[in-house]
T-cell receptor
Framework: DAGVIQSPRHEVTEMGQEVTLRCKPISGHDYLFWYRQTMMRGLELLIYFNNNVPIDDSGMPEDRFSAKMPNASFSTLKIQPSEPRDSAVYFC????????????FGSGTRLTVV | DQQVKQNSPSLSVQEGRISILNCDYTNSMFDYFLWYKKYPAEGPTFLISISSIKDKNEDGRFTVFLNKSAKHLSLHIVPSQPGDSAVYFCAGYTSNTGKLIFGQGTTLQVKP
């Protein structure tokens, strides 16, 4: 299995532009999580899905952030418009069921908004 | 509201010595606590966990201790090796939500 695949690995964009981050979870996993890593707050949970349905988006910082999971093998996290304070590393993770050992993280997307 | 806190951003130890990484939490509903390890340009990977009903769990060189009354846990690495140099994240898990809540991370450097 190729693991959780995120693209792009790096993204540099100008303030005000739309940014779309992509994630392909491990086949068969029914949970998908989006996290953001910053120095101040560490790994923050933004949103998670179960069977493609958003369950908890309480961590999404603002309306500028949105996430979708149109099918079991693909999810996007969109920021529109982007701001410099959105600069961070964004991780996607997937798991099979609730199991605490089942979280598998992707390698992340480093976003820089200038 | 930072439910999981790692107050030491960094730690440096000599190879062969003990590394102790600390973590505090505020949420009494956590059922499990986990430690993840992260190398640069990679995603975090699971290292070791402990149930909230236990006070110690050991796996090779890694031991996690839980003090529920103090809402504190720690990860001990003995002996430390240069390959242990990474960022270590502490996380709390609640079974009824399936959510993992992470701390800020501690960067460990093990010097040869």
């Amino acid at each position: 299995d190729a693991g959780v695949i995120q693209s792009p690995r790096h993204e540099v964009t100008e303030m005000g532009q739309e940014v779309t981050l992509r994630c392909k979870p491990i086949s068969g996993h029914d949970y998908l999580f989006w996290y953001r890593q910053t120095m101040m707050r560490g790994l923050e949970l933004l949103i998670y899905f179960n069977n493609n349905v958003p369950i908890d988006d309480s961590g999404m910082p603002e309306d500028r952030f949105s996430a979708k999971m149109p099918n079991a093998s693909f999810s996007t996290l969109k920021i529109q418009p982007s701001e410099p304070r959105d600069s961070a590393v964004y991780f996607c993770a997937s798991s099979l069921g609730w199991g605490i050992y089942g979280y598998t993280f992707g390698s992340g997307t480093r976003l820089t908004v200038v | 509201d930072q439910q999981v806190k790692q107050n030491s951003p960094s730690l440096s130890v000599q190879e062969g010595r003990i590394s102790i990484l600390n973590c505090d939490y505020t949420n009494s509903m956590f059922d499990y606590f986990l430690w993840y390890k992260k190398y640069p340009a990679e995603g975090p990977t699971f290292l070791i966990s402990i149930s909230s009903i236990k006070d110690k769990n050991e796996d090779g060189r890694f031991t996690v201790f839980l003090n529920k009354s103090a809402k504190h846990l720690s990860l001990h690495i003995v002996p430390s090796q240069p390959g242990d140099s990474a960022v270590y994240f502490c996380a709390g898990y609640t079974s009824n939500t399936g959510k993992l809540i992470f701390g800020q991370g501690t960067t460990l450097q093990v010097k040869p």
